[in-house]
């Protein structure tokens, strides 16, 4: 096989690793892109005799392989998994790395499915959890307690756009023992590549900007520790929640354009994210490219551009902020985000309904923005009158 159908490149290149990364040209019959391998299990020759190690596609399947070793490779690891969805790999890693006894500092601002996961599930094992602001590395040291072996962290946050140093909570994981993990969906690995700065693994729901194109529900998770590469591959396979070939197959088709789009993102939002600032109707802008943005600085240190999130918080409280996102036509109400349209939500009574009430609530006044990459005229134009 030449090096060119190994899929395999020398190049370092993000934008270059993006299209070629694990994506050889099919060994049957030189497809240029990955086939989906719609199949369960394979023909061996001979008792053992497998071709390529393929027996059972929930250990591992062509379509799926091909992406995972593409996200390993944008992320600078040496291990990606793919599973169905951001929280089935968030679970494979909490089982992979916890037992009951054990402690967890998560975030103030977590994704709301997250904390859901901590709060309503992992608890019940037995596994205990607090909250910290994650964006002061001292109160994530004071949080800490002897059971304590994860940090979790999120960066950009999700809905306030919050930012962690992750060199820093690296610099105090590793002091203490435990490991950093990074939920990196917000930033997505063309931005922002935690393993690189001191974290252990990096979470994705592939849902968002890696796909890109809100067609296809994934998850992922990468990391650069051989040994605990293993012990997750063994856990994915042992519990499941695998991504499909069409999935891995939608996946691996948005990460191919990932560069060019999150370029525009990034361009969309800062314009739209200055023009919230200087809008009378609105009270406060969360986006991390504004140089008042309280974690602008370690942002530009940690990120190639700010991304494509931007919260906002409007006079007249929760029922102006419900108004506009009704009164929004460009923008589409509705959850998610990392798509190539935009969206427009209210988190209190949507994304994060299920945080209410406790150390992660968000502000009823709060909108939030997934900026998509049409004319971003259009965009400006579509948000004036719903602030109107
Ligand atoms: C959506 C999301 C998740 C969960 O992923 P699913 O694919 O919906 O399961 C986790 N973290 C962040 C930051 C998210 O935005």
Redesign the pocket.
């Known amino acids: 096989m030449s090096d060119q159908d190994s899929g395999h490149h020398d190049s370092e290149h993000f934008e270059t690793l993006a299209i070629h990364a694990g994506q050889p040209a099919d060994a049957g019959t030189g497809s240029v892109v990955t086939p989906i391998y719609q199949v369960s299990t394979y023909k061996q020759d001979g008792v053992g005799g497998l071709r390529g190690g393929y027996e059972y596609s929930r250990s591992a399947n062509p379509t799926r392989t091909a992406l995972e070793r593409n996200l390993a490779a944008l992320e600078g690891g040496r291990r990606g998994l793919a599973f169905a969805?951001?929280?089935?790999a968030?679970d494979c890693l909490l089982r992979t790395m916890l037992a009951p006894g054990d402690h967890v500092v998560i975030p103030n601002d977590a994704?709301g499915?997250?904390f859901r996961l901590f709060a309503k599930v992992v608890e019940r094992w037995g596994v205990d959890w607090s909250v910290a602001d994650t964006s002061d590395p001292q109160a994530v040291r004071d949080a800490l307690r002897p059971e304590t072996k994860l940090i979790w962290v999120?960066t950009p946050s999700?809905p306030l756009l919050g930012i962690s140093d992750i060199t820093a909570l690296a610099g105090v994981a590793r002091q203490a023992g435990v490991r950093l993990v990074v939920?990196n969906?917000?930033a997505s690995p063309y931005l922002q590549q935690p393993l690189a700065l001191g974290a252990d693994v990096v979470?994705h729901?592939t849902?968002?900007y890696m796909g890109g194109h809100s067609d296809v529900?994934?998850?992922a998770l990468v990391t650069a520790d051989e040994a605990l590469g293993e012990e997750l591959a063994y856990h994915q396979n042992a519990m499941g929640a695998v991504a499909g070939p069409f999935d891995a197959w939608l996946v691996s088709r948005g990460i191919k354009t990932l560069a060019v789009r999150m370029d525009r993102h990034c361009a969309n939002a800062d314009r739209i994210a200055r023009m919230l600032v200087a809008h009378p109707r609105v009270t406060q802008v969360y986006y991390p490219g504004l140089p008042e943005h309280a974690g602008h600085e370690v942002a530009a240190k940690q990120m190639k551009a700010f991304g494509g999130m931007v919260s906002f918080q409007v006079e007249g409280g929760e029922e102006a902020a419900v108004a506009v996102c009704d009164r929004a036509r460009l923008f589409t109400l509705g959850e998610?985000?990392g798509g190539v349209e935009s969206l427009i939500e209210h988190p209190g009574r949507m994304t994060h309904a299920s945080v209410a009430g406790s150390a992660l609530e968000v502000p009823a006044d709060l909108v939030r923005l997934s900026v998509g990459i049409e004319a971003v005229d259009d965009l400006l134009a579509d948000l004036k009158q719903a602030l109107r």
């Open positions: 969805s951001g929280l089935a968030e994704y499915g997250t999120e999700n939920d969906t917000f979470v729901s849902t968002k529900v994934g998850g998610s985000l």
